[in-house]
């Protein structure tokens, strides 16, 4: 990757990381090394008190964006850190374009939101594939009271 696309990517999470801090101004918000490796999150947050502290983010500023690429590498990566209660999103962005999305699973928003049902335990080959986007805006909203 080339500098000028690191430096739009460090762009888009300092975006993101704005958001939050926005949405909760007295937790602790920050952008994480990837230097070393996935040791967090692309975007962390920490201090809200709610579930949202256990949010896994990782950005994407693309021409072509792939959140389930980008989804599947943020399961990979909570899985090799044993951080596997953690919730996965892709807060991502095409190029070109005013509005971000964030996309996750629905079974990890349902397990968060505990409004699991009989039907995600007797079915678990579709509940883990099914995904959810939504803007941005409408995730920190009402995904993140």
């Known amino acids: 990757m080339g500098k000028a696309q690191r430096d739009k990517g460090a762009r888009f999470e300092r975006k993101v ?3 939050l801090r926005g949405r909760y101004p007295h937790a602790t918000v920050r952008r994480n090394r990837q230097s070393e490796g ?3 999150s692309d ?3 920490k201090g809200t008190n709610t579930w ?3 949010l896994w983010i990782e950005c994407q500023d693309s021409k072509n964006p792939s ?3 980008k989804l599947k590498q943020a399961l990979r990566d909570t899985e090799a850190l044993h951080e596997c209660q953690r919730f996965p999103v892709v807060v991502w962005h095409k190029t070109g374009q005013r509005k ?3 996309t996750f699973r629905l079974c990890d928003w349902l397990e ?3 409004a699991l049902c009989e039907c995600v335990t007797t079915a678990p080959q579709v509940w883990p594939t099914t995904l959810v986007t939504v803007e941005l805006n409408e995730f920190l909203e009402a995904m993140l009271p």
């Open 67 to 69: 959140p389930t690429s």
């Open 43 to 45: 975007v962390s947050i």
């Open 100 to 102: 971000s999305w964030a």
């Open 17 to 19: 990381a704005t958001a």
């Open 112 to 114: 968060r939101a505990d």
């Open 52 to 54: 949202a502290d256990w």
């Open 38 to 40: 996935a040791m967090d």
